[in-house]
């Protein structure tokens, strides 16, 4: 999770990415802000995100990217 708050991090800095719960509901990270994530989750970590993953709920918390990325490295092993 720690990669990913730093990413978080460089792209919005200044929020207690450990903590909030809000990310997407309180407009924290904007849909802008999202498509940035998605692209430097996918380099990172070797994955894709399709777009039928862009939700809310996947990108709500810190934990919740943590969750949505390791079910993709899940699924894509084979």
Do not use: C, W
């Amino acid at each position: 999770m720690e990669t990913i708050i730093d990413i978080l991090e460089g792209l919005k800095p200044g929020v207690d990415y450990h903590t909030e719960t809000g990310l997407v509901q309180k407009r924290i990270l904007d849909s802008l802000t999202i498509i940035a994530l998605v692209s430097d989750l996918e380099d990172e970590f070797d994955i894709a995100i399709p777009a039928v993953e862009i939700v809310p709920e996947n990108f709500d918390s810190a934990a919740a990217i943590t969750r949505l990325v390791e079910r993709l490295e899940d699924e894509d092993v084979f």
